[in-house]
């Protein structure tokens, strides 16, 4: 494989799951280590992505307010913000994490709606600040710089007394078998105990993400109330998650 359809190829994944591991890119690639970590480091020098221990991730997801970065798929994600807030009533208490659809989602809440948001994402927090008729709690704990979300056993025990109507996440890999699933194990350790904290839980992904598999779980599909996403309810590659009971918008 020529190396700049080799480096478009990890770019992609780079912007589909925000993070990737280079042992990851190695075996989908069939190339050497060596040869993966050559390209992260290129590509991070182009200003491209963010070179990180063990891999790469985008620039969007760990600065997302910044102007200059281009958010993967944005407008689909706008999309699927706008479909979300049919399940966000007033007077409901709603658990988030971060990630670039969940900030589409804080910054289309309506200006009267009236409701709690927890988050353990300092960015969500400070967008859904911006509207005045929202109570916006931060969970606070080490902040894992990849993610810009706060990790740790004090996130896991201020949530362990929580029971929110709704818990809202984003997804980096979601399978109908494997269920939701992800790369970092003190991420997955927390959002594992904001589903544990919530009456109803919430998948908002963009379709690319579906049937894909990490290698640490977070919860199996039948734990999954709804899955938004872009596409048509009735799209073929969303029945195997209604045949979950899934609720599908």
Known sequence: MRKDKRQALIL???DLHNKVLSVDLSEQLNVSD????????????EG?????????VS????TPF???NIVYAANAKAHIARKALSLIKNSMVILTEGGTTMLELAKAIPTALKA????????????????ESLDVISIGGKLTKNANLHIGASVVNQLAGLKADLCILGANAFSSEEGLTDLDWEVVQVKKALIRSAKKVAVISISEKLNTVKWLNICSANQVD?????????????????QKSIKVL
């Open 66 to 68: 910044n102007a200059d």
């Open 116 to 131: 709690t948001f927890i988050t353990i994402s300092p960015q969500v927090a400070i967008t859904l600040a911006q509207h």
């Open 59 to 62: 620039k969007s997801f760990v």
């Open 12 to 14: 992609r994944e780079v």
């Open 48 to 56: 491209k992505i963010i070179r990180v221990h063990g891999g790469a």
């Open 34 to 45: 060596d040869t993966i970590r050559r390209d992260i480091k290129e590509l991070a020098a």
């Open 226 to 242: 709804y899955l938004i996403t872009e596409l048509d309810p009735t799209d073929q590659l969303l029945s195997s998650f209604t």
